[in-house]
């Protein structure tokens, strides 16, 4: 079975600490690796996706890596604005479409 | 462009009660996903629709939960005898494509059931 984890399950930091937020993930076949920002009372924002191990995408502060067994979130200089939670999520060979969601990282970052 | 739109935004119901809650997808978009979101966790996968057609209802926790797509555009989930259990955020995404195709999902703002 399809299995996300992300950690850790919270994370504060000072605005300009960059730090990384982690997902592990278990998988039959990976289809796509997806990175979304969830605000609260919000629905989730995409970020990235990323297909293959070796890949990496950026934007802005964010950038997304992929290993065969881990994805991470890594954030350069954060500011206040990027708090929220990230959610990562997988999709795999052997299910039809939808995606399996880790529990999300939620990120303070404080001024 | 308009994304993913949901109503109501909010909904109190009654124990036993039926809800309904409606998902507007991105236009044109051919695939159609419903999650439940409980708090301080994941949105969790409930059904999809291809068009008219549901392909996956696996995810759809009782018979007491039903989706439709009618016309492959709008969709309403329909949770009937409404439970406390039941309480939590619904999401409603669309992708453009469908059929085992790694494509994005785009969320809508979800809607807020509580059951007391």
């Known amino acids: 079975e399809d299995q996300v984890t992300q950690s850790p399950e919270a994370l504060r930091l000072q605005e300009g600490e960059s730090s990384s937020l982690n997902c592990s993930y278990t998988?039959?076949?990976?289809?796509?690796l997806f990175w979304y920002r969830q605000d609260p009372g919000k629905g989730p924002e995409f970020l990235f996706t990323l297909y293959s191990a070796g890949e990496e995408k950026e934007k802005e502060r964010l950038k997304a890596t992929l290993t065969k067994k881990e994805s991470f979130l890594h954030i350069t200089a954060p500011k206040p604005e990027d708090s929220a939670t990230y959610l990562c999520?997988?999709?795999?060979?052997?299910?039809?479409?939808?995606?399996?969601f880790g529990a999300g990282t939620r990120l303070t970052v404080k001024p | 462009g308009a994304g993913v739109s949901q109503s109501p935004r909010y909904k109190v119901a009654k124990r036993g009660q039926d809800v309904a809650l409606r998902c507007d997808p991105i236009s044109g978009h051919v695939s159609l996903f419903w999650y439940q979101q409980a708090l301080g966790q994941g949105p969790e996968f409930l059904t999809y629709?291809?068009?008219?057609?549901?392909?996956?209802k696996s995810g759809l926790p009782s018979d007491r939960f039903f989706a439709e797509r009618p016309e492959g555009s709008v969709s309403t989930l329909k949770i009937q005898r409404t439970q406390q259990e039941d309480s939590a955020v619904y999401l409603c995404?669309?992708?453009?494509?469908?059929?085992?195709?790694?494509?994005?999902?785009?969320f809508g703002p979800g809607t807020r059931l509580l059951v007391l």
């Open positions: 999520a997988v999709q795999g060979a052997y299910n039809n479409n939808d995606m399996r």
């Open positions: 629709f291809q068009n008219e057609a549901q392909l996956d």
């Open positions: 995404a669309s992708s453009l494509v469908g059929a085992k195709v790694q494509e994005t999902q785009y």
């Open positions: 998988v039959s076949g990976l289809r796509g």
